[in-house]
């Protein structure tokens, strides 16, 4: 994505705000400010004029369907509510699309692009494979053969299909920076994991299909919860 995107996001749980947060993290150039008050995240709204807006419906004393009659005219704004009898109200209003809760990553980096459409933002190219550094040697792998990826003191190991297994100098952060972020997911400051490669999971770790276990970090939880429940259903 070229450029920062401006966003808010309204919404009176903490919980849902981590998970927006953390999910925009993962797409990036989405510079996010978060408001549990919709008061307060209104005026914010008129004060920064941002591109975006995610914005709870059902909030205590103030309905969501309120607020969006009041932002600026240019605002694009996608409704997270619990509630779907609320889905054409919001349409109605031209919300650019509707995330019911709890949703997953896939379906949100679906409406992100669908704002960016609306708010003219060119698409990235996805990429099909990861190129690192093995030594003095650039070492080419097809996103689809990873299973994870391990951060050790100063480098990674980068877990593949049949056993095989690649050492690299790059770092895990720098590594997940160059990993498309609907399909890997960091599950720990040590790990990352390839969505697709998880047979099952719950709080404390996830599964893979070779029949790896990994823990899950409890700052991770959140956004690990929605996004796999979401991709389950």
Do not use: W
């Not at 692009?113 to 080419?140: C, E, F, H, W």
């Not at 299909?209 to 956004?223: F, H, K, M, N, V």
Request: one cysteine or more.
């Amino acid at each position: 994505m070229n450029g920062t995107i401006k966003c808010i996001a309204i919404d009176d749980e903490p919980l849902a705000l981590d998970v927006i947060r953390r999910f925009c993290e993962r797409i990036g150039g989405l510079e996010l400010m978060t408001f549990s008050d919709p008061v307060v995240g209104l005026e914010a709204v008129r004060r920064h004029h941002p591109a975006l807006v995610f914005l709870d419906i059902e909030m205590e004393g103030v309905n969501g369907l309120t607020i969006a009659t009041q932002l600026p005219d240019d605002t694009c704004f996608i409704f997270t509510t619990a509630y779907l009898n609320y889905a054409l109200d919001g349409f109605n209003l031209d919300a650019v699309d509707y995330l019911h809760k709890p949703f997953a990553f896939s379906r949100f980096q679906t409406a992100i692009s669908k704002a960016m459409r609306r708010i003219g933002v060119p698409q990235p190219v996805v990429p099909q494979s990861l190129v690192v550094k093995q030594d003095y040697n650039n070492v080419t792998i097809p996103l689809n053969e990873i299973l994870y990826i391990e951060a050790m003191e100063g480098y990674s190991k980068i877990f593949r299909e049949n056993e095989v297994c690649t050492i690299s100098r790059v770092i895990l952060k720098n590594i997940g920076g160059m990993l498309p972020a609907d399909t890997f997911l960091r599950i720990h400051r040590s790990f990352i994991v390839a969505v697709p490669k998880i047979q099952s999971f719950n709080k404390q770790e996830v599964k893979l299909i070779d029949g790896t276990s990994l823990p899950i970090g409890r700052q991770y939880s959140a956004e690990i919860s929605a996004t796999l429940k979401g991709n389950a259903r």
